[in-house]
DNA sequence: CCAAAAGTGTTGGGCCTACACCCATGT
DNA sequence: ACATGGGTGTAGGCCCAACACTTTTGG
């Protein structure tokens, strides 16, 4: 269940030194994607994961940081509200599984109890699987694959577990 | 405070049948605008309610229609996350005349008591404005103008009187 | 038996809706 | 006095973070 939608459009006199761009920038959130190539794409093209963006190690050019930094955000917050988690797990999983994908992509732990509860409380978000088993280590979990619904209410939160941080000023 | 914001861009092939024309979409919030004059904004131009538009009594060409929901859904959550619903009251105002605002933009009645209390709990959102007095009938309300805050937080929550109507199927 | 992961129960606090109630004014 | 809106107190409910605890596996 990939996805793709309209992430902004950036206009800003200036943004590009060479003259007048406008930008339409979209975010596609897809699992398992193959590497571009160079040549067919663009001269040189790449993945380069958001950390190395985000804390600079990765210089880009123009405002390109910015329209990172809003499609990042986007991205975490599609997952509070959508069931895009589900695509990046094989399509039986376990909920160990879809939580490291929630923790690698809002880049915090979350307490397993109650993520555990959590997901399983939105009805329509999973759907059990066959024979509760399968595992690595300690006790065989619930296999689960992704149910019918899409638009998860409630939904799920940033904040759920460990303490909330109001932003409160 | 005026708002100008980005609405989104609207280039779905054939939503103008004359041929592919891309729309960029704006929505901007503020009281008090004038009348936009004919002949220098456009051969016509005129102002409409959306409730006249969003109940089909007024027929928008093309996609219009979509575009203004869009934005109308887009200016009601505006308002539980900023403090721009001051703007359209005068500079010194009562938290009823506020309430106004919110209803109008909402069009759900809100229960005056806890929206009282919602909006000066939010920090920095209201100031207390010199004599606790004015009003029409009735005790006298404390007087209010827009405070330093801009983003609210904890926002204001369109559930936040009246039953909460949960989307959940 | 011990470690480790899965899964369950429970408690305490915060926030919110609803509503009873008091306050200050106009008529 | 009484109607009208302003403003305060509070009870019950829901949700949630935190954490104790039980279950089921591998070593």
New interface residues.
Partial sequence: MPHLE?L??Y?EPGRDPRGRVIT?AHLAIAPRLPEPTAGTDAAAAGWTPVDQILSGNVTLAFDHLRIVRDGVERARSKLESSALGTAFCTEVFTISELQQVYEAVWGTPLDPRNFYRKVQSI??FLLEDGPPRRTGNGRPAKTYRSGP?HDL??PMVRSADGPAD????
Same sequence: chains 1, 2.
């Fill in positions: 309209q902004g459009v206009g339409v009805p329509g619904r209410y409630p109001r932003g409160a000023e």
